[in-house]
């Protein structure tokens, strides 16, 4: 089956800029994501979008699929690599075939504005909750080191006072041209500007503060809202926490990851609870109520007389908060018939009244070892 256009997966247009790309793909992931969307497809959907994302953000690569419909673009277009026709191993002193489609295509990236603003770098913090805090949810605050902009310069790089100029080497054009000699003769190619590094500008006085670079490593810190019911291995993105964008380019965005360490008590699956409970030989024959432990705090449970080990009981709306939805999952207890390893003369004499009423005649010894055995047998069975 032929892949999908990546514009149509990513729901743009063929002139779509690279921030509705970006934007699109943050949609669309989130809503897809295996560890959120639990349809059937989801994941196969999520890889799809991931894909299209990879090709388009990158400027030669997306200049590649919209010439040849591929992201491997011109190197599809001589039949692959080396096992076809021999052009994978192809060498020419250096100068490789990347070089010849930039002379022939142009380099999308190169031929862009150099300074117009960019956004900034995203990045990632690993957040680690306990059991009970991503249930309830909790607010703090956290620190990370990220590239900011310099408040001496604004970013711009320059000594205040001053302004850069345009590059004298490359004209404000962020590259420059190249020839070298070939077997096919004499080619062009582009390279990024060794003096403005692809700026297009030129800092004549640097500033004292940040090198000229426009940006400073500070230590930031930020307040986090972490929702109830959070769960492991789920992210949210705080929007303009990341790095400093280039040439007054938007901050990036500041991704957490949470990991909940498991608890001692309960496990979890999605807003669902689960528990094991213990209860005694009498409580699972007789019936009655017992305390069972809940995230929102104790409650009584009703035992059915007769009670089987391994019986499961739902209690509703004790389970975790749900994300994305309205009240709270339940809580599954799972209950162990216990059977006492001994007994005191109260219990003996009362368990083997029971052994007679039963019709076992048990008396004393091994006989009552195997009456005690069948009875935990019989409460053992699901």
Not at 166 to 181: D, I, K, P, Q, Y
Request: glycine share 14%; aromatic share 8%; net charge positive.
């Amino acid at each position: 089956m032929a892949k999908k256009d990546y514009y149509d997966v990513l729901g743009v247009s063929k002139d779509a800029s690279d921030d509705e790309i970006k934007h699109a793909y943050r949609k669309l992931s989130k809503k897809w994501h295996p560890d959120i969307n639990k349809a059937p497809d989801a994941e196969e959907k999520f890889k799809e979008i991931n894909e299209a994302y990879e090709t388009l953000s990158d400027p030669q690569k997306r200049a590649n699929y919209d010439q040849y419909g591929s992201a491997e673009g011109a190197a599809g277009g001589f039949g692959g690599g080396a096992g076809a026709g021999g052009f994978g191993n192809f060498d020419s002193g250096g100068f490789g075939f990347d070089d010849i489609f930039s002379q022939f295509f142009g380099n999308r990236q190169q031929s862009a504005d150099p300074s117009a603003p960019r956004q900034g770098r995203d990045l990632q913090y690993q957040m680690t909750l306990e059991f009970e805090e991503a249930i309830f949810g909790k607010t703090t605050r956290i620190k990370y080191n990220r590239e900011a902009e310099c408040q001496t310069c604004g970013g711009s790089g320059a000594k205040p006072g001053t302004s850069p100029v345009t590059c004298s080497r490359c004209g404000g054009r962020g590259f420059v041209v190249t020839e070298t000699n070939t077997p096919l003769g004499r080619m062009q190619s582009r390279q990024t500007c060794p003096v403005c590094h692809g700026t297009g500008k030129e800092i004549k006085e640097k500033c004292p503060t940040c090198g000229g670079s426009g940006h400073v490593d500070e230590r930031h810190e930020v307040e986090v809202k972490v929702p109830a019911g959070i769960d492991d291995g789920q992210q949210m993105r705080l929007q303009g926490q990341g790095e400093a964008g280039a040439n007054g380019g938007p901050y990036g965005d500041l991704y957490i990851v949470f990991r909940v360490k498991p608890s001692k008590v309960y496990t979890r699956d999605g807003s669902t609870i689960y528990v094991d409970q213990k209860i005694s030989f009498a409580r699972a024959a007789l019936g009655g109520k017992i305390k069972v432990k809940t995230v929102h705090g104790d409650v009584e449970l009703k035992i059915p007389a007769g009670t089987q080990t391994g019986t499961t009981f739902r209690l509703k709306g004790k389970g975790a908060p749900r994300l994305r939805g309205n009240g709270n999952g339940d809580e599954r207890v799972t209950v162990t018939v216990t059977t006492p390893k001994t007994l005191n003369k109260e219990q003996r004499i009362a368990m083997e009244a029971f052994a007679k009423a039963s019709g076992e005649n048990i008396g004393s010894g091994k006989g009552a070892s195997n009456f005690f055995d069948k009875v935990k047998d019989a409460f053992d069975k699901k």
